[in-house]
């Protein structure tokens, strides 16, 4: 099982051999060296972690330059671990797009992007008030009633309401790689996937 880090770049669109038209979106992924390789026995569970974007020694806080200097890796702008990484690896490897191939399965996760705070009907798709000749002149994206009576005399937990939307951790499962470019390190994937343009995502393949 391969996983990687990478960035959105945008969406196009391709012609598969069977003359299909296919919207996918590209990603510019790795390449990611392997800082430090996590056991049982010394951290007491089994996981991998990679880092991506390389920068210089000077922009890395001290505990963390110790940590790249400790594993003899040069410093990284992000770190992720994954424990769905159970191949044989050990520090200073580089994993690439190379370990995916046209046909694979994959899960992308990202953060969404930030609507800011709506109300209820772009955030849950409400219909309205309605009955809008009957006096509801100002009403029409109102919620209308949340509570119930003189019992349970509460709003319960969960209801729909107006509220910070988008800007949260999100996962697409069950994408297709489409096409896979090593000398540009880029990823196709099939449909669209979380996040803004330039945002980091991860890539694991199932």
Do not use: W
């Amino acid at each position: 099982m391969s996983a990687i880090l990478g960035r959105k770049l945008g969406m196009t669109s391709i012609f598969t051999e069977d003359g299909v038209f296919v919207p996918c979106t590209v990603i510019e992924a790795g390449p990611c060296p392997v800082v430090q390789v996590k056991t049982t026995e010394q951290d007491g569970y089994e996981a991998v972690q990679i880092g991506y974007e390389p920068i210089p020694e000077r922009k890395v806080n001290r505990p963390r330059a110790g940590h790249f200097a400790k594993h003899e890796v040069a410093p990284a702008r992000h770190l992720k671990e994954f424990r769905q990484l159970v191949a044989k690896v050990k520090n200073g490897d580089v994993i690439t797009v190379e370990s995916f191939e046209t046909g694979d399965k994959v899960k992308v996760s990202a953060t969404s992007k930030g609507k800011g705070f709506q109300g209820v009907v772009r955030r849950h798709h409400f219909g309205g008030v309605g009955m809008a000749t009957h006096g509801q002149s100002d009403r029409p994206r109102a919620p209308g009633s949340i509570g119930s009576s003189s019992y349970p005399s509460r709003v319960f937990k969960g209801m729909r309401m107006a509220g910070r939307m988008g800007g949260t951790r999100i996962t697409v499962r069950n994408l297709t790689v489409l096409r896979v470019m090593p000398d540009q390190n880029l990823l196709l994937v099939k449909g669209s996937i979380p996040g803004a343009m330039n945002s980091l995502v991860e890539i694991v393949k199932l």
